[in-house]
């Protein structure tokens, strides 16, 4: 782990890659980031000939400067708006199962298995630090249906300086005997509980934000929906939850929901459907849900190397942006077999081909669609988009330090592992990019920054 | 690059995995494999409790011990049964196109400046030393349309000890002047002169093996198609091209071909479609086309990344190997865009999975299938399964050694980077091995040997 350190007024020069907007992503080859005490960014400079004027110009005293590498460039904190953190050791375990059985044979297994604290302790920890090197600054986490160690979850998040949204898993039907709230109130009380610890370690949620986690419809009563949707009422706490992901799923809601539309009529009838709240998957909504949702202003986290691994489906995240749905990127650890927020937006790109195949050209991401979602699409799921996504001035610098690997002439390998991008010259700063998509991994992920402070350095 | 050693009697000791049939993995926790002088695979040990009683046994005498680590084991090499070395430099690089678009926008111009050696090296090196970290032991190539730089890439392959198929693209029609054979006669003689030339470094083809590769029917005149046959039957060398990629390539096949009954009948005709023929793609092979093939004999090569990326289609692998078609993996460079068989085991997996979301659950394939294509599917593709493929006597020793990362208690990550998968040490081994398919890189190919040599080890 790598300490914060003091923060000093930073420059953070050379190259810089940001989104814009969904299709407009910025490379600015020369550029200087000021960033001041408080981990705000303070300027953003373009077109920088004299690092020196610039910094004079701002007024500024002997800042630290941090260069990216030659063939490298800053870039905005991935957000995964969606990850079981307590599943993450099953990662890339999952058979051929699909949602509801893979549920039962290796999800619930496992998170009951994090009452005990060391063992909690172990997972987070290693899970935390793994998702950092990937270059994520921000994570909406589940964590599991036990207090204690959700708390332990908020804990080391803020110790290892991740900008974290921490659920406790409220379910009290549809699970296992062990493993299941007792009742709808004892499920809320114990939700309280881990709002009081976020409240005791991190009072202005500067980082560390605790979020309203109903499992899913099918895991909860109407009681614990109807007290969740008050609390979420009640204290303004962001909302997370699944929709819509697989059909046995969609069957199931609809036979313990009868009376209820939709899906997202269930959440919406309790209180949960607002802006607030993040939906993981989205794969079989309706037009008429999607209305709903947009209406509400709900989110949605995509999750395209989870809807894949559990053959849930394709969802159809074109349309979702056409009607002017928030959407960002989630990894869905387990469901998902990677922590790697760029593995997501990779697989994000490779599912809207598959969606492609049979919906039409348009349904394609592009490199720089997948960016965005990857980011500020995400700060826009997480109600931070006033905060973190992208480099403007007066929002808060969580970012990371890509670098690629530069093939000399003669082509011969080093003795360094320099990732596995490989870059020969000629290629455009657009290529570099999609290079990096495509091929990248948390190798080229050479530092990362959350408010300012450095929270992972490359071995 | 390390350079090959010269061969000691060596014991490789500790796990190893392997695949014996599509559906079964041995996976042998306590194992002893001695390989000869030749290297070649001596005996093959199971449940070894003295390792010195084992060496005993064989009569062998203070052979070199090499012991694959305690979270690790040895694996055959990855057989990649379809890249395009010329190509990789693109590795990422194809924004929305599709096949033939793709031609000409990326491949074509790339491809064409190969005729520059120096550059051609520098391409080639880099190429080849990185599928070897990616514990690539056997590869088949397609270079480009210029022998000399065809003959420098089996000069790279052998110079670095990788067991590779090399072929010169044959195509004289459908492709920019610029880049294209002037006739099928001048297209043979240049193919004739790779076949020399790996004759002059390579005589008995005990590393390199010229492979005769009319591009695809599209970019070949029938005059062309024939005289390869004709070069097929004569010389027996192997022969591999491009079938049935996607819908407007059919087309066309139909429109260049129309007394032909199907694309697979354009190659029979030309007396390509035999045991030794590699078609890479065959995402829509009509049932007529399948049992032409299961006829002949003729295998195929599966490209799911290319697939995906280049939104072509899904490949129906479960009916192709239902039929006893013979099919392995190729990443595709650069219709793919990652030079990893491992990469390539896991979008074949991913891809069942789309195919299962409309053909059902018998469409996907397992942890245990995608390793058989990757290596022993894959040698069988190559006509090679007498020598490589598997850990079974008489085999030549083509393998990697894996390594997994540990998570100690506490859970900290330390200060070397151990590779993307963590164990946790609750795992089976049959979850080791997913999650090294799912979450694995060449970080943990530790080391690569091939015929005994050792040709890559981690920096």
Excluded at 62 to 68: E, G, I, Q, T
């Amino acid at each position: 782990m790598t300490k914060p350190q003091g923060l000093h007024q930073t420059v953070y020069a050379g190259a810089f890659v940001h989104s814009t907007d969904l299709n407009e992503l910025e490379i600015c080859e020369n550029g200087a980031i000021g960033v001041d005490e408080d981990g705000k960014i303070a300027f953003v400079e373009r077109n920088v000939e004299d690092l020196n004027a610039v910094v004079e110009k701002h007024g500024w005293k002997s800042p630290v400067l941090v260069r990216a590498p030659d063939c490298g460039f800053f870039f905005p904190g991935f957000i995964d708006t969606h990850i079981h953190a307590s599943q993450y050791p099953n990662a890339g375990i999952f058979g051929k199962s699909t949602l509801l059985d893979w549920l039962e044979t290796y999800t619930f297994p496992l998170e009951s298995s994090l009452s005990s604290r060391p063992k909690a302790k172990t997972v987070y920890t290693r899970c935390v630090q793994r998702t950092l090197s990937h270059g994520t600054t921000t994570a909406a986490y589940y964590a599991t249906a036990h207090a204690g160690s959700t708390n332990l979850l908020s804990d080391v998040c803020l110790q290892l300086g991740q900008r974290a949204f921490i659920g406790r898993c409220n379910m009290d039907s549809l699970a296992p005997d062990w493993y299941k709230d007792s009742s709808a109130s004892t499920a809320v009380d114990d939700t309280r509980e881990t709002i009081a610890h976020i409240a005791s370690i991190d009072p202005e949620h500067k980082l560390i934000t605790p979020i309203l986690t109903p499992r899913f419809a099918p895991s909860c009563s109407s009681e614990l929906l109807t007290q969740l949707g008050k609390l979420h009422a009640e204290t303004g706490l962001p909302c997370q939850t699944h929709i819509s992901e697989n059909i046995p799923e969609l069957e199931l809601v609809q036979k313990l929901f009868p009376q209820y539309s939709s899906y997202a009529d269930v959440y919406d009838a309790h209180g949960l459907l607002t802006p607030g709240m993040v939906l993981a998957h989205a794969v079989y909504l309706t037009p008429k849900e999607q209305a709903l949702i947009k209406a509400r202003d709900a989110k949605i986290s995509h999750c395209p190397a989870s809807n894949s691994s559990l053959s849930s489906g394709c969802a159809r995240v074109r349309t979702l942006l056409d009607q002017g749905i928030t959407v960002g990127l989630g990894t869905d650890i387990s469901g998902g077999y990677s922590p790697s927020v760029l593995e997501a937006a990779r697989q994000a790109a490779l599912v809207s081909r598959h969606v492609a195949m049979t919906d039409g050209d348009a349904a394609k991401l592009s490199v720089e669609e997948v960016l965005y979602l990857s980011t500020k699409g995400g700060a826009r799921v997480m109600g931070l988009d006033a905060k973190v996504g992208s480099f403007d001035k007066g929002l808060e610098w969580d970012a990371q330090m890509i670098s690629l690997g530069v093939v000399p002439e003669g082509g011969t390998m080093g003795n360094v592992d320099e990732g596995p991008v490989d870059i020969f010259g000629w290629e455009s700063w657009d290529e570099r990019v999609a290079k990096w998509v495509y091929n990248g991994d948390d190798r080229n992920t050479r530092a990362v920054w959350v408010r300012g402070h450095k929270v992972h350095q490359k071995p």
